[in-house]
Each structure stands twice: as structure tokens, then as C-alpha cells.
């Protein structure tokens, strides 16, 4: 059984840093694309980064030269270092693998606020 756990998730001023974590356990991890989404209060969910099991990485504009997606496949953990937050950020982020259907982790609350 897939499980996804994220982790990292806290209050942080504008301009700010954060690392998100999310741990996954139930499949060959290193086989697999990982993605970062979040949910805004009153929002769709929205794709935040992408990363292949080869590295590639792919972002939604609005994060681009702000965030970077990482995985550590020694340690079944995909990361998202986020940098320069705007309050415009603040969700909740969930991971996420497709495998024989989507899988979602529970999700980690930022909010950027002074």
C-alpha cells in the first residue's frame, strides 16, 4: 500500500524559507515521477513541481526561480525548498505519485504572514 507523508509545513514570514518533506513508503520509489501540489483556501488544488525519476524538474510559473524540488531516493524522500515566500504561497501542500491511480499524502499547512 502507497503511503505519503509530508512534513515541514509552518507559519513563516514573507520573504522567508521553508523545506518541505515527503516521505514515501509501499512502492520502488526511485521509479517514480513525485509531484508537489497545494490548496488554497477557496482554490482548486494546483500542480506546484514536478520531479522524474531521471531529475528532471518542472515548476508552475508562478514559483520559478523560487522554489526547488529535490529527491533523496536512498531515503524514499522527495523535498521542496521554498525561498523568497510571498503570502500569495500560503496553502496546504500535498504530494503526490501516480501509480495504478493517484496517490495524495494528508498535506502540510504554510502560511506566509508577518
Known amino acids: 500500500q502507497v503511503q505519503l507523508v509530508e512534513s515541514g509545513g509552518c507559519l513563516v514570514q514573507p520573504g522567508g524559507s521553508l523545506r518541505l518533506s515527503c516521505t514515501a513508503s509501499?512502492?520502488?520509489?526511485?521509479?517514480?515521477?513525485m509531484r508537489w501540489y497545494r490548496q488554497a483556501p477557496g482554490k482548486q488544488r494546483e500542480f506546484v513541481a514536478l520531479?522524474?525519476?531521471?531529475?528532471?524538474?518542472n515548476y508552475v510559473e508562478a514559483v520559478k526561480g523560487r522554489f526547488t524540488i529535490s529527491r533523496d531516493n536512498a531515503k524514499n524522500t522527495m523535498y521542496l525548498q521554498m525561498d523568497s515566500l510571498k503570502p500569495e504561497d500560503t496553502a496546504v501542500y500535498y504530494c503526490?505519485?501516480?501509480?495504478?491511480?493517484?496517490?495524495w499524502g494528508q498535506g502540510t499547512q504554510v502560511t506566509v504572514s508577518s
Open positions: 503526490a505519485v501516480l501509480t495504478k491511480g493517484i496517490y
Open positions: 509501499g512502492l520502488i520509489f526511485s521509479t517514480y515521477a
Open positions: 520531479i522524474t525519476e531521471g531529475m528532471i524538474t
